[in-house]
Nanobody, 126 residues
């Protein structure tokens, strides 16, 4: 069964950090572009970050650039999102998504990704 499972969400104070994990089962991530999306209540799903399969080149939304870091460990079939200096505006459900291919630049929005996890909640609040 092809599956992505996210973990690592939770409640954190503003300025704090969290590390999200996305583990794949039923397929290998080696040839997949992986992205993290987030969706807050009443808002559209937003692409936060992406990492390519060919060279691990990355993309970050302007809203998280300099605070979030995406990485992958193909040996563990996993992708991570390190989130630092969290803000209340980062509160959302975070999803990882996989698309078969090589470079993030060839992937736009949510429709380009065929496999999704169930999401993990991140709440930033004092």
């Amino acid at each position: 069964q092809v599956q992505l499972v996210e973990s690592g969400g939770g409640l954190v104070q503003p300025g704090g950090s969290l590390r999200l994990s996305c583990v794949a089962s039923g397929f290998t991530l080696d040839y997949y572009v992986i992205a993290w999306f987030r969706q807050a209540p009443g808002k559209e799903r937003e692409k936060v970050s992406c990492i390519s399969s060919a060279d691990s080149s990355t993309y970050y939304a302007d809203s998280v650039k300099g605070r979030f870091t995406i990485s992958r460990n193909n040996a563990k079939n996993s992708v991570y999102l390190q989130m630092n200096r969290l803000k209340s505006a980062d509160t959302a459900t975070y999803y990882c998504a996989a698309g078969l291919g090589y470079y993030c630049k060839n992937y736009g929005g949510a429709r380009d990704f065929g496999t999704w996890g169930q999401g993990t909640q991140v709440t930033v609040s004092s």
